[in-house]
């Protein structure tokens, strides 16, 4: 391989990592950020496929460095028993291993594990974060009921009667940092852009961006399954 071409290559790969970048952005203003706000959850499980009987209920806890001080989204069961998506074990806390942050830096998806649990998906995997196969099979689960929800002629009205868009409520809670992690500026538009904004946020998730929760975040090559389009 001649110089030109190693400095190309080298270019490709940095454009290539930049465009997970800014997916990741993308995807924590309007997934993690916007569909991970407590209210917003809470329109879902009772929008979408509302449980007569629900065995856990949605719970937020303040977390330690490994989550950058932020928070973290478990569950609860009816005895009070914490269900959490990584493998930090304590006292009344049930950890299933998905999320590992050591193997998948940029895993964030506290939030899409804990909603795959509650409808009881999750529990259909046993974990092994450091197979990408397998992490890729959940990222795509989680695609699959984030379209469900979208879709959900219920979860937009009760969005819409219950005002979730307004401006006091953008500007309180949700930045769009699509552009830069550092802006302050809210999310804008309707329910209709937003949604739109999401579903974009899908497809490009189900296209590349799993990549960018895998592994050390960068771009991969796609093997077989992947190209195939295979998710299950």
């Given at each position: 391989m001649t110089k030109h071409q190693k400095n190309s290559k080298l270019?490709?790969?940095k454009a290539c990592d930049k465009i997970l970048e800014d997916f990741g952005r993308k995807h924590y203003t309007y997934i993690n950020s916007f569909l991970g706000d407590q209210t917003i959850r809470d329109i879902i499980v009772n929008s979408v496929k509302p449980l007569t009987k629900p065995k856990y209920r949605l719970h937020v806890e303040y977390t330690n460095e490994n989550f950058g001080d932020g928070s973290h989204h478990v569950l609860i069961d009816d005895n009070g028993v914490i269900q959490c998506s990584t493998n930090e074990h304590g006292h009344n806390r049930v950890c299933y291993g998905f999320q590992d942050v050591v193997v998948n830096k940029y895993d964030t998806l506290c939030q899409s594990y804990s909603l795959l649990l509650y409808y009881n998906i999750?529990?259909?995997y046993s974990?092994?974060?450091s197979d990408p196969e397998r992490h890729y099979i959940i990222q795509m689960e989680m695609v699959k009921l984030y379209r469900e929800i979208i879709?959900?002629?219920l979860f937009r009205e009760n969005m819409e009667n219950e005002k979730i868009l307004?401006?006091?409520n953008r500007k309180a809670y949700w930045y769009d940092i699509e552009k830069s992690s550092e802006s302050i500026e809210p999310i804008s538009g309707d329910?209709?852009?937003i949604l739109t904004k999401i579903n974009e946020t899908l497809d490009e998730w189900e296209s590349y961006g799993y990549m960018w929760f895998t592994g050390d975040?960068?771009?991969?090559?796609p093997t077989k399954r992947r190209m195939l389009g295979v998710k299950t």
């Open positions: 270019k490709k790969r999750l529990q259909n974990a092994s974060p879709n959900c002629k307004s401006y006091a329910i209709d852009t975040g960068k771009w991969q090559r």
